[in-house]
């Protein structure tokens, strides 16, 4: 609880790999899948979903809805939290506009707050502070040292050297 760990590595070593597995995205072609001491290899990705979070790098393959705002009270969350995260990602001024209308840089911040609005225990992060001007990035940063000090786990993949020094993690360095 409470972790940051960030993977690093070239392109191509298995980062996003080893997000999807731990997201329930892939399943292990052989041996066992242990999360928070428990084996999940036979959970299904709704299953995981409880529990594991993930923003993926293009965050138009997880924007469904019809506006900014309901695509984080998908998660049932209290209106007052949802405009919480909004005020926090800076997206409170497109609350109704329609997620996909969105710049990129926007997008991923959506995404990170409908992924956190759901509270779970990991959040798995794929090179979602690209395109971020400085303050969005801020912004970003922020709600996620906020998630690890509520006992969060975070664990993500970057290349941007501020990111890994603003939230001093814990580095893994993966090889292909």
């Known amino acids: 609880k409470g972790d940051t760990v960030l993977l690093q590595g070239d392109n191509g070593c298995g980062k996003t790999t080893l997000l999807r597995l731990l997201s329930g995205l892939l399943k292990p072609a052989t041996g066992q899948l242990k999360i928070l001491g428990q084996d999940v290899t ?47 990602l800076n997206l409170s001024h497109c609350a109704d506009r329609h997620p996909q209308a969105l710049s990129q840089g926007q997008k991923r911040r959506l995404a ?9 225990q990991i ?15 801020e912004w970003m940063l922020t709600v996620l040292q906020i998630f690890t000090q509520q006992g969060g786990t975070l ?18 360095v993966l090889s292909g």
């Open 42 to 88: 036979g959970q299904s990705v709704v299953q995981m979903a409880r529990t594991i979070g993930f923003v993926l790098q293009n965050p138009n393959h997880q924007l469904f809805a019809d506006s900014v705002e309901a695509e984080i009270q998908q998660s049932k969350v209290p209106r007052t939290q949802t405009r919480q995260l909004l005020e926090q």
């Open 112 to 120: 990170l707050g409908a992924v956190l609005a759901r509270q779970p």
């Open 123 to 137: 959040c798995l992060l794929d090179e979602i502070m690209v395109g971020q001007d400085p303050i969005s990035l």
């Open 155 to 172: 664990i993500f993949t970057s290349h941007d050297p501020g990111v890994a020094e603003r939230l001093q993690p814990q580095a893994i």
